[in-house]
C-alpha cells in the first residue's frame, strides 16, 4: 500500500511571498490532517478534513493560511503571505473515518520543510 | 483543552538496557493515547495505542506502554535497548469518539550508545 505523499520536501522563500504544499493521502482514508512542525515542538494541527468537508480549523491562521481538499482526495495547503515565524515542516497525515472498526491510527507523510528568510 | 507533558527532552541509555520515555497527559473524557517516533527527515510512525482493554499495550519494534489512569501516565518502555532504538518519541492524547483533534507532546529525543 502507497504511503502518504507530499511535494514539495524542501521550500525555501522570501517573507511577503506565497507558498503552496500538496498531499496525497493514503487511497480510501475518509479523514486527513495538515500539522505544522516547529523545530523542537510536537505537530500542531493546522486543519482537518473528513472527506471534502472541514472538521476543524481552529488552530489554522486563517488570515495567511487557507487549505482546501476538493473532491475528497488530495488537498493543498497555501500561505499568502508568509511570515519568517512560518518557517517549519509541514506534515500531513491521513486515516481512515473514525468509527467502532476504526483504529484511530493516522499515517504520515514525510513532510515538507518550509524555509522563510 | 488537552495537553501532553514529555518532561524529558533527552533521555540516554547503554544498549541492552532497559529504557523509558515518561509522558503525562490531560484530557476531558477518556483519553486515547498514542506514542509516535520520528527518524531524521522522515514523518512520524506509529507505535502503540490504548484506547480501551488492558492497559499495558504492546507495540512495535518491542515497545510497550503502560496505561495508569490515576497518575494521567502513558510511559514508553522496551526491555533491551538497541542503537537503533535512537530517535524522537513523541506521545499524543485525543478524546474519546469521532473526528477528536490529536495533541502531541513536546517529544523526547532517545539516545541508545554502543
Known amino acids: 500500500e502507497a504511503g502518504v505523499a507530499q511535494s514539495p520536501r524542501y521550500k525555501i522563500i522570501e517573507k511577503r511571498q506565497s507558498v503552496a504544499f500538496w498531499c496525497n493521502p493514503i487511497?480510501?482514508?475518509?479523514?486527513l490532517y495538515w500539522y505544522q512542525q516547529i523545530l523542537g515542538q510536537g505537530p500542531k494541527l493546522l486543519i482537518q478534513?473528513?472527506?471534502?468537508?472541514?472538521?476543524?480549523d481552529s488552530q489554522l491562521p486563517k488570515d495567511r493560511f487557507s487549505a482546501e481538499r476538493l473532491k475528497g482526495v488530495d488537498s493543498t495547503l497555501k500561505i499568502q503571505p508568509a511570515k519568517l515565524e512560518d518557517s517549519a515542516v509541514y506534515l500531513c497525515?491521513?486515516?481512515?473515518?473514525?468509527?467502532?472498526?476504526?483504529?484511530?491510527?493516522?499515517?504520515f507523510g514525510p513532510g515538507t520543510r518550509l524555509t522563510v528568510t | 483543552a488537552q495537553s501532553v507533558a514529555q518532561p524529558e527532552d533527552q533521555v540516554n541509555v547503554a544498549e541492552g538496557n532497559p529504557l523509558t520515555v515518561k509522558c503525562t497527559y490531560s484530557?476531558?473524557?477518556?483519553?486515547?493515547l498514542f506514542w509516535y517516533v520520528q527518524y531524521p527527515n522522515r514523518g512520524l510512525q506509529f507505535l502503540l495505542k490504548?484506547?480501551?482493554?488492558?492497559?499495558l499495550v504492546k507495540g512495535s519494534y518491542g515497545f510497550e506502554a503502560e496505561f495508569n489512569k490515576s497518575q494521567t501516565s502513558f510511559h514508553l518502555k522496551k526491555p533491551s535497548a538497541l542503537v537503533s532504538d535512537s530517535a524522537l518519541y513523541f506521545c499524543?492524547?485525543?478524546?474519546?469518539?469521532?473526528?477528536?483533534?490529536?495533541?502531541f507532546g513536546s517529544g523526547t529525543q532517545l539516545t541508545v550508545l554502543p
Open positions: 497525515a491521513s486515516s481512515p473515518m473514525d468509527g467502532p472498526r476504526s483504529s484511530y491510527e493516522q499515517y
Open positions: 499524543a492524547v485525543r478524546r474519546s469518539g469521532s473526528a477528536r483533534q490529536l495533541t
Open positions: 484530557v476531558s473524557g477518556n483519553p486515547y
Open positions: 490504548y484506547i480501551t482493554g488492558d492497559n
Open positions: 478534513f473528513q472527506n471534502n468537508g472541514v472538521v476543524d
Open positions: 487511497s480510501g482514508h475518509a479523514t
